[in-house]
């Protein structure tokens, strides 16, 4: 069984920064594309950022201000962000596209992390 378990979120003032981590866990052939989504009160899940075989994507709205990297080995993706805004505020979600032992490869989600932007 394949877990994904978030950690980092929390409450920061405008300006600030946060890094959320991700770890997968359980019996895991290989994962691709690594990313984080995000779902503020009342909108849809918004992709946040993707990496995968080295290349990044960002949404518009963070590009300059958050970073994805990922650290195979600890099958762990993570997201630094930084110069946070109110509107940055939302549920953080991180989704792996994996292959376990007898299963094709499919997409997992963690269970999300509350990020908090105010003053």
């Known amino acids: 069984q394949v877990q994904l378990v978030e950690s980092g979120g929390g409450l920061v003032q405008p300006g600030g920064s946060l890094r959320l981590s991700c770890a997968a866990s359980?019996?895991?052939?290989?994962?691709?594309?690594m990313g984080w989504y995000r779902q503020a009160p009342g909108k849809q899940r918004e992709l946040v950022a993707t990496?995968?075989?080295?290349?990044?994507n960002y949404a518009d709205s963070v590009k300059g201000r958050f970073t994805i990297s990922r650290d195979n080995a600890k099958k762990t993706v993570y997201l630094q962000m930084n110069s946070l805004k109110p509107e940055d505020t939302a549920v953080y979600y991180c989704n792996a596209d994996i292959r376990t032992i007898g299963v094709a490869t499919r997409g997992y989600w963690g269970q999300g992390t509350q990020v908090t932007v105010s003053s």
């Open positions: 990496t995968s075989g080295g290349s990044k």
């Open positions: 359980g019996s895991i052939l290989s994962i691709g594309v």
